[in-house]
Each structure stands twice: as C-alpha cells, then as structure tokens.
C-alpha cells in the first residue's frame, strides 16, 4: 500500500504485539491479550473499548474480562495452553517470575513460577526464613531449609504478622519465624520466639494454607481444617484458650467437620469458602468481621449473611473480611473506621457490603486496606493506606498476583512492587 502524507495507513484488523503499536490521534492506547488494539473510554465497564480497526467483531465494542487471556493474571488462552511473550501458564494462569504474593507485619515473601520462595522485610523472628536473625533485609533473599538450601517445589505461601509458611508439592507443610503461641504447627510444647529455618507442621495431605497474626489453618485433600496458634478469640475453631502448636480439627456446633475448598486468616479471625460457595468464620466479631450481621466472638463457625452471590475467593484482614463473588463483584465487611471496607462512613460494616468495584478477578485484605485486581491487570485499592474512606484508588495497572499486609504489594510481569517496603524487591534475572 502506497504511503500518504508520509504515513502508512493502519490496515483493517490490526493486529498488535505490544502497547507502542496503540496510538491513535495522539491517543495511547492498550494492546489487549488477544492482539486487538483498545483505547480509552469512560463508558465502558473497563474504562477501555476496542479502536475501530480491531477484528473478531469487536470494533468500537467495550472491553471485557471474558476477551482476556493470556495476559498477566489472566487465564491461560483455551485450546493452546499459551501466554503472552514472557510469560508462563502455570496452573490455568499466566504468570511472570512471581506466582503468588503474601504479605505481613512487617515482612513478605514471593512464590516464584520455579518453585521457590523468597522473602525480605523485617527478620527478628526469623521470618525471612535465611538461616539467620536479626535486622531487616532489604532485598529478596531465599528460604532455605536447615542445611542451607533453598527450598523448591512449593506450591503455595501464607505469612502471619511474624511467621511465614509454604506448601510443598508433597502435600507438607514447613513454617518458621516467630512460634511463641504454636503457630508453626510442630506439634508437643515447644516453642520459640526465633526460628531462622523451616521446620515441618504436623499434618500431610495438605491442599491449602492460611496464616493469620498468631495462628495458621490448613485445608486438607478431604476438606477438613485445621488450626493451630494463637486462640485468644477462638480463632482455632475451638474455645479460647492460650493456642496450642498441635493441628486440632474445626467442627460446626453439632460437632460435625466443616469442609473446605479455600481457606483465609485475618488478625483473631478465620474464614473458609465451603465447596457449597458458601462462606464460614469465626473468631472475633466485634467489629462485624464475621459477616452474621452480629458482634459476637464465637470459636463455632458462622455463615456470612445477605451475600446472594457464590462465593469464588475471600480475603482475611484487621478485623475486616473482603469476598468476590462469582458475578465479579466484591463485598466487605467487619471495620470500617478508615474506609477498610469499601464504605464511606466510618462506622463498622456488619453484613456483606458492595465495594464499588466491577469486573474483578481476585481480591486481598490487610492491615487496614483491601484491594481487588480487576481484569486486565488493574490493581483497585481503598483504606487509610491509600486514600480518605470511600476512595477507591487504582494504584497501578498491569499486575498479577496481589497481596494486602502493612504493605501493599503485586506482581508485575518482570518482579513486585511493593507499596511501603521498598520498590522493587524482587526483579526477574
């Protein structure tokens, strides 16, 4: 095709490789996962919709979290099993060097895509999980086990306010950093406030782990629960106590199992999402954390009321609780007084509450802040970290794995950002 005005015509069903191929009218726009050019539009639910030389039918349409894939977070595109360039489908995801996040007091730790962990922050107790105690460590540094090396073939991360935990591929689990109230999990009556190496939990069959400030639960290949820690507000399931390190089952009030598909554990209070979708806590509720429309601590699982909606995944915080539901939506509830829960008023939310937030696609809840990543990569954040109460802040765009502690931090296609630790901590070679 012959140049005009010294410009080469996009032709009909462009397609692009990367974003610097978006530009129209001096607009930049967005190259989706599926290689059609999007651009700015506020009408839209995603804020984006596709330039009219997009083919596939989707010219002038809106954006949508269903067209995606093989994006970062994003699901694996069906039939090929594939990914955008850089990135790797690993679980029916499409991740980059970090495949999950978890985030605590003062410290976090990434899950990388080849198995292994690494953490930085905060390292009195040991909770970066290097052989060693003491002052903070700047950077991402490996977990490595009692004879140096690090460990590998982890499926999954969790980390309280002082202690870290990973799952291995072999359904084990393997904890350190602080245990003064059991919340290691080894077992019998010893604990220590320091414990620079991981040491093995005491249960097998693992398929999910949470951890919360003092205590950590585990979901079992049979759903079954377990807790051990910290108990002071019969966050264990059982009734309050001092904790113990021994794994003990939760049961519902007539005693019988509850079972579980996910698991999440907030400061004093444990939540699971049922294989019914439905969502279970207990633990503190003096601030409606509990979702049952009540303020009363109970040890004995409750169902979360007024959700009217499946629950898909739940997030655990300071006394406030974050879900999504299957209609891409999240709700909140439990403290409000920084706007922790999605709301403008300061007071505590008792019953699930819509967060003004659409299309999202996981969600996350810590200190004081929950945040929702959206598809097409979009990280949503609200609380004092971010903003005055009722402010919803889009914090960045482009991200995958997310994660809510002291800090707030996701992961990029090449490492994590991290809000208040330090950015970045964790680059791919």
Known sequence: MAAIGGCTPIADAFRCTDSAACVREGVA????????????YAMCGSGRRYG??????????????????????EACCTGTNTCQTGLTCTAGACVGCVAALAVG???????????????????????????????????????????????????AIAVGDNHSCALRADKTVVCWGDDSTGQLGGGGNTTAAVNPV??????????????????TCAALDDASVWCWGGNEEGQLGTTPSQGTSSPTEVVDKSGAPIFAASLTAGATHTCAVGRDHRL????????????????????????????????VAAAAGNHFTCVLGDDAQVSCFGANDGGQAGQPASTNVLVPTAVAVDLATAVAAGSSSGCARRGGGGLLCWGPQVGAPGSIVDVREGVGAIAVGADICSARGDGVDCVGFGDPHLACP
Do not use: M
Not at 29 to 40: I, L, V
Not at 53 to 73: E, M, R, Y
């Open 52 to 73: 009219e030389f997009a083919g596939d039918g989707l010219s002038n349409l809106c954006v949508t979290a269903a067209d995606s894939c093989g994006a970062l977070g």
């Open 105 to 155: 007091y003062a410290h976090a730790c990434a899950l990388r895509s080849d198995g292994g962990v690494a953490c930085w922050g905060a390292n009195d107790h040991g909770q970066i999980g290097n052989g060693a105690s003491g002052g903070p460590v700047a950077v991402a540094t490996p977990v490595v086990d009692d004879h140096g090396v690090p460990l590998a073939g982890i499926r």
């Open 280 to 311: 279970v806590c207990w633990g503190t509720d003096t601030a409606g954390e509990l979702g049952d429309g009540a303020t009363a601590t109970t040890s004995l699982p409750v169902v979360a009321a007024s959700l009217g909606t499946h629950v």
């Open 198 to 215: 991981p040491k093995p939990a005491a249960l097998t069959t693992i398929a999910a782990i949470a951890a919360g400030a003092r205590h």
């Open 29 to 40: 726009g967005t190259c989706e996962a599926n290689h059609w050019c999007s651009f700015p």
